[in-house]
């Protein structure tokens, strides 16, 4: 962007920022408290926050780079909602105790662009912490390119499936199902599933009933 010169920038996050505030304007209730994790540059943070005035948004992410990426591109498009990020690992656990002090009180988790580019192990913790986390009636929202069993790959995911691959064997697109699966150990299911632009998708899941 051209007015934040000194903030790193990911041209994808720019590219799919404006679908996806406008799922998630759709998908939230007005006002409640949401997590990030895997926020990287902080720029679906910063843009999603001033799109969601009613909500506290509270950014995280495991490398000290996008720590730093986040703070600049926070104090350049400051956001009352916008809280300073969290360092979160989410193999590492416990995850910063402050999450969770008040019980399971975030009524949402975002996570973009993580399952694919992170050891297969992240995606298990990741709903394993959301489902230490989120409320009664909390979401769960992935966003980023997904395998589905009978649908076809486009050709441009198949190619950056191959190439993510070369670049670290533990990474890859991800199989919807084998998500599911994940979700359901720990008592989330599959509420939703919603085409993005670019061959991207958006899963929502929620508690089952009785499963909190
Ligand atoms: C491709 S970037 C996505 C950034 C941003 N969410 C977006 O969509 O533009 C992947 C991010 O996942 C983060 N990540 C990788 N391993 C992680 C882990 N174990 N726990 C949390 N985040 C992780 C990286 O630090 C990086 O910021």
Request: proline share 8%; glycine share 8%; charged share 15%.
């Amino acid at each position: 962007m051209s007015d934040t010169p000194t903030c790193p920038t990911s041209p994808a996050a720019e590219r799919n920022k404006h679908a996806i505030l406008a799922a998630l304007q759709d998908l939230l209730p007005t006002s409640g408290r949401l997590l990030e994790i895997a926020a990287g540059t902080g720029q679906h943070a910063v843009f999603c926050a001033a799109g969601l005035p009613g909500w506290q948004w509270q950014p995280s992410d495991p490398d000290p780079a996008a720590l730093l990426a986040i703070a600049a591109w926070a104090a350049a498009h400051p956001s009352p909602g916008l809280l300073h990020a969290l360092q979160i690992n989410v193999l590492v656990e416990p995850w910063p105790a402050r999450l969770g002090h008040a019980g399971a009180n975030w009524d949402a988790l975002y996570c973009a662009n993580m399952l694919h580019i992170a050891p297969w192990a992240c995606c298990a913790a990741l709903m394993c912490g959301a489902a230490g986390l989120l409320t009664e009636q909390g979401q769960l929202i992935l966003y980023g390119p997904y395998r589905v069993q009978g649908e076809p790959t486009s050709p441009g995911n198949q190619a950056f499936d191959v190439d993510l691959q070369a670049r670290n064997p533990a990474w890859g697109l991800r199989w919807l199902h084998d998500i599911v699966e994940q979700a359901a150990g720990v008592g989330l299911h599959l509420s939703e599933r919603r085409a993005m632009p670019a061959n991207n998708q958006i899963l929502v899941f929620r508690r089952r009933a009785g499963a909190a």
